[in-house]
């Protein structure tokens, strides 16, 4: 069955929102805007190019998401447990989170596509709730200049124009979906609205103190009067985006290595070997 335009544009700005809010303490205003215009204008070269085509790419793609994946597996791990499963150890949910990424990522591009769909209800559910929730809590006074300036904008902007980038390539080349502008507007104007949402109700200072920002303007909230706890909620909305960020950066590296290895058995026990050194990495990174 053929993905549709809009699928991929959606699972776009799930990855892209995924790891805006990873990183959200070493953004502002202007390297999300900086750094758009830079992944844009790469972005661009990389259709007229076809450079994604080319073998070179796709084997630095999949060193890039080898290295990316123990990494983000370690933070999404500790946010499950300082946020949702408190009681439960480190490994237990790394290891849970490793091996149904490991069975869904083998399943093919078009399940994943399905799953997320399916997750986005609930997504966008609570994105909407979470912003109306909120609304009591904003505060003008937090907004200040300091939101636009930053000591290495040219550096963070870098930066983040390579979160944009990555995203691009575990989507549009796969299914051969031409990139368009609005795609990466709509997803950076999303990020500067949670950003000024988030700022307006902390303040700059706590929004860098605190590990999950996103996550700590909800403990004021009292939803109906009897939910306790409601950031819980929250965290799982936003546990679905860290999940499918990891989720398309294992396929990726399951579709480049099926076209090295040919053999589906020794496809298989490669990727099972590359999955137990992700997750061992992942538990000894500090």
Do not use: W
Not at 42 to 63: D, P, R, S
Not at 77 to 87: A, F, H, K, P, V
């Amino acid at each position: 069955m053929k993905i549709k335009k809009v699928e991929n544009r959606l699972a776009f700005f799930i990855l892209t929102l995924a790891l805006f809010l990873l990183n959200i303490n070493y953004l502002n205003i202007s390297t999300i805007l900086i750094g758009s215009l830079i992944a844009y204008l790469f972005i661009m070269l990389f259709e007229k190019t076809k450079i994604y085509q080319f073998k070179i790419v796709k084997i630095i793609l999949t060193i890039f998401s080898l290295l990316f994946l123990p990494i983000y597996l370690n933070k999404i791990t500790y946010y499950i447990s300082d946020n949702i499963l408190r009681e439960y150890s480190t490994i237990s949910i790394s290891l849970t989170l490793i091996i149904t990424i490991f069975i869904l990522g083998n399943k093919g591009y078009h399940t994943i596509i399905k799953v997320l769909l399916l997750a986005l209800y609930f997504i966008i559910f609570f994105f909407i709730l979470g912003f109306l929730t909120n609304l009591l809590y904003l505060d003008g006074n937090n907004i200040t200049t300091t939101i636009f300036f930053s000591n290495n904008l040219f550096l963070e902007s870098i930066y983040y124009s390579i979160l944009i980038i990555y995203p691009y390539f575990l989507i549009y080349p796969t299914t051969n979906t031409k990139f368009k502008f609005y795609d990466l507007a709509f997803s950076s104007f999303y990020q500067i609205i949670t950003y000024i949402v988030i700022i307006s109700i902390l303040g700059t200072t706590l929004t860098s103190l605190y590990k999950y920002p996103f996550i700590t303007i909800f403990k004021k909230v009292n939803l109906i009067g009897f939910i306790e706890r409601i950031e819980i909620i929250f965290s799982l909305n936003y546990l679905f985006c860290f999940y499918f960020l990891l989720l398309f950066s294992y396929y990726n590296i399951k579709s480049n290595l099926s076209l090295i290895i040919k053999k589906d058995k020794n496809l298989t026990i490669t990727l099972i070997f590359i999955t137990f050194i992700i997750f061992i990495i992942s538990t000894i990174i500090q």
